[in-house]
């Protein structure tokens, strides 16, 4: 349904729940994490016959807090309050939204930030790595405690994509449908090369202490700013910029030194110390290297249409005209794997300027597509 | 001439010579230079008539030592030795090539490294920061003194290019042609953008120091490392970095730790590492400012046309396929102004996959369309 056609509201005062698994948890990695908690939020209510349920996935820097506020304080609401709630593109009148924050993280979910038991201090540093797949694994093991045997859908965009993927390869029987949206089915050289930059900014800070910071006064704050700027760049369009604040000074002249002259300068600058506020460098390290990682196709000798022909479910691949970090592509070589692996998918390319980002903007297109296909979805469900 | 139809040979052993200049430069900053000298190498003959003679403008990272060998022992000739020597491209039996060093730099001429008359400490931070139109004047005194009033071509790829327009528009009389290669009329927002990350990074190395870093025994080497592993990737085209690294593992497995898993991490570092050893932190932050600052249609209204209207060269412009950093598109702004502006423009988009990278590389059709044009200006001198 189209925003507009119906009024869009807000879910509201939203509370993050927490839930504890006290059972070991053996990673990809080989190492093992005794018990760990998932925060997570729910919007809409889970149907009797516990089918409207949906799982979303976050991406690199997002958490659980997708819609709603958490104190009618808030200045913001959670990163995709634009598309999910009543009326909305995932409208929360029909469908159970599930947001979990994955661990390794650092928003709640057991991560470098949580006390290690063994030692009475945070991980930091000896938080095990992690990868997509373990994500998913835990992803399952909530959907266990919550009475969600089958996902009517699960809906990830970029790193939330690929998270997509994994559990339509790995629990096939788990969900109907996928929104893999601004994904790719692995990084290109050129993204693990940038998440290396981001990674030595962080590690060549003079308090990183090999990530043993907490404890400190002074944080690696300089690095994970830098790493913030420039990931930032990489996910808006050059023609976004363009738009936004081309070559405007900000005292109108060029002054000659090192200070902010341009605008796009300091507006780097404040995206890298807002994140610094709100995000903590080891999580940082750790979720690049779940990027870097994900790779399905290198289980099955490079072909990714092997790897993904356990799927049952039905796919809806979105990609972004201007994104050229997970460009129409690398969307592109997932349909082809689906279409040469005989699955069900459907693609658009959204045209877009604001680049990788546009997979968090309220484009008119774009969310007519998912309340399209989820109005699909619920007439399938008896829930239209 | 193409490569290939006559042997191919080498500059030889080439000696960096120094121009002093005594009188003071005034500066578009509003600052002065009392004096200066420039390091530049020549290669081939000035002819009688002094009309043969070709201006290389180098780029970022570029110096005087273009073609040749400084000593029988050295592994590596000048940056552009592939296009110039006798029967190259840029053929040295019929040319006289003329290749400075630019002020600002760290590779002899006059900048943050040299001693400061008046406190007789090197410049560091307090070296002025420089445009490309100081540059192009220091290029004229280096002219004068050479007895060059008419340079037959001026070259230049990248920043190199951004002199050439330079050159065109301050000076008209004093060049009959020039090659604009992979170069754009300004900086995009993208751009500025990757240069302050790359500033940030060096400006908060723990051993940065203001600036003041010579006489320390710890120089900001992580910064200055970042700072060009961050150039490196943008210097490429994503295609090249999966061609030649892909996602090919060092040691054939995932490690789950941050030291160098994938090939591209390591190739990086070391390219990082290797730069540092050659380049001075405070020019390298300068050098980013001039080209940030460098806008010849901020003197015209934001029309390039109008500011290329004095121009009498006539233009070649030459952009790469793959080249993502200055895409075809900002060289074809360059040839619309020309044309607009009522100028003698030829404009060649060459197919390559090495990204920003490739006009530094032997690509057979790029090299070809130099020597051909430069054929055409060698008949019109009478020297071919």
Chains 1, 2 share one sequence.
Not at 179 to 189: G, Q, Y
Request: glycine content about 8%; aromatic content about 10%.
């Amino acid at each position: 349904m189209l925003e507009g056609t119906k009024p869009v509201d807000n879910v509201g005062l939203v509370e993050p729940k927490t839930a504890h698994f006290s059972e070991s948890l053996a990673l990809a990695s080989g190492s093992e994490l005794h018990g760990f908690d998932i925060v997570y939020e729910t919007y809409g209510e889970l149907n009797k016959e516990r089918s409207n349920a949906i799982l979303i996935c976050h991406a690199l820097s997002g958490d659980h807090h997708v819609a709603g506020y958490h104190t009618p304080q808030d200045k913001k609401p959670g990163w995709w309050d634009n598309a999910i709630g009543p009326n909305k593109a995932i409208d929360t009148n029909r469908f159970f939204v599930v947001s979990p924050n994955n661990i390794g993280g650092c928003s709640g979910s057991t991560g470098p930030l949580t006390t290690n038991a063994d030692t009475g201090k945070p991980y930091g540093p000896d938080f095990p790595l992690v990868t997509v797949k373990d994500w998913v694994k835990t992803q399952t093991m909530l959907a266990d405690q919550l009475g969600i045997d089958v996902w009517a859908v699960i809906i990830g965009g970029s790193l939330g994509g690929m998270q997509c993927l994994e559990w339509s390869i790995a629990y096939p029987d788990r969900l109907k449908h996928t929104f893999v949206i601004a994904a790719a089915p692995k990084l290109s050289t050129q993204n693990i090369a940038f998440n290396e930059v981001a990674r030595q900014a962080i590690r060549s800070d003079q308090n990183f202490n090999d990530g043993h910071y907490y404890e400190n006064d002074n944080k690696p704050e300089l690095g994970l700013m830098l790493a913030r700027m420039l990931g930032h760049i990489t996910y808006l369009s050059d023609d976004a910029l363009d738009e936004k604040f081309g070559r405007e000074l900000r005292d109108g002249e060029i002054k000659f030194g090192y200070e902010a002259e341009f605008q796009i300068e300091s507006y780097l600058r404040y995206q890298g110390r807002a994140f610094v506020g709100r995000f903590d460098a080891n999580s940082y390290l750790l979720l690049t290297k779940v990027l870097d990682y994900f790779d399905p196709a290198s289980e099955t000798g490079g072909s990714l249409a092997k790897a993904l022909a356990p799927a049952t479910a039905e796919f809806l691949v979105i990609s972004f005209s201007s994104d050229w970090r997970f460009s129409p592509e690398r969307s592109q070589e997932i349909v082809s794997a689906l279409l040469d692996a005989d699955k069900c998918v459907s693609y658009i390319e959204i045209q877009s300027k604001q680049g990788h980002d546009s997979f968090l903007m309220p484009i008119p297109r774009y969310h007519q597509v998912m309340s399209t296909a989820l109005d699909r979805i619920a007439e399938g469900l008896g829930i239209a």
